[in-house]
């Protein structure tokens, strides 16, 4: 079973705003809950190809991985994939004008490997919670600016 999960959220900021914030590695610790360590890998500005390895806990587990930026339209979307880590993932996050504020959209894309095979149902669902609480915090986080 593969892993695909969605997640929206309206902040009440603008577009360009918060795609700066979402889209700079620099502030994954801030809202991505579950992250403690983030940095990038080489030097260069970044676009396709960067990659930023982060240090996680997920499950209680310690978790390193490395994304690399496979698509980027500043302002409008990222995305990235792992390149090393416990099981393929790709991330996307989207930001479209939404009146006022703006429409923000993360994906979570994924399969198991063999060891999680069974265990992905649950796992799942935990992302799809832990995924909600992020986007959740990256609202909170960009409204009380």
Same mark, same amino acid.
């Given at each position: 079973m593969a892993l695909d999960v969605r997640v929206e959220t309206v902040v009440a900021r603008p577009r360009e705003e918060? +795609?700066?914030y979402l889209f700079d590695w620099r502030n994954d610790t801030e809202w991505i809950g579950g992250i403690s360590e #983030? /940095? !990038?890998v080489g030097d $260069? #500005?970044?676009g396709v190809g960067s990659q930023v390895a982060r240090v996680a806990r997920f499950l209680g587990k310690r978790i390193e991985y490395v994304n690399e930026?496979?698509?980027l339209d500043p302002g /409008? !979307?990222? #995305?990235m994939r792992s390149v090393k880590g416990p099981f393929p993932m790709r991330v996307t996050y989207e930001v479209d004008d939404a009146g006022a504020g703006t429409l923000v959209r993360l994906r979570n894309e994924g399969g198991p490997s063999r +060891?999680? $095979?069974l265990l992905w149902p649950l796992l799942s669902r935990a992302v799809r919670r832990a995924t909600q609480r992020d986007v959740d915090r990256l609202k909170r986080i960009l409204e009380s600016r």
């Amino acid at each position: 079973m593969a892993l695909d999960v969605r997640v929206e959220t309206v902040v009440a900021r603008p577009r360009e705003e918060v +795609a700066e914030y979402l889209f700079d590695w620099r502030n994954d610790t801030e809202w991505i809950g579950g992250i403690s360590e #983030a /940095r !990038r890998v080489g030097d $260069g #500005a970044f676009g396709v190809g960067s990659q930023v390895a982060r240090v996680a806990r997920f499950l209680g587990k310690r978790i390193e991985y490395v994304n690399e930026v496979v698509d980027l339209d500043p302002g /409008r !979307r990222l #995305a990235m994939r792992s390149v090393k880590g416990p099981f393929p993932m790709r991330v996307t996050y989207e930001v479209d004008d939404a009146g006022a504020g703006t429409l923000v959209r993360l994906r979570n894309e994924g399969g198991p490997s063999r +060891a999680l $095979g069974l265990l992905w149902p649950l796992l799942s669902r935990a992302v799809r919670r832990a995924t909600q609480r992020d986007v959740d915090r990256l609202k909170r986080i960009l409204e009380s600016r």
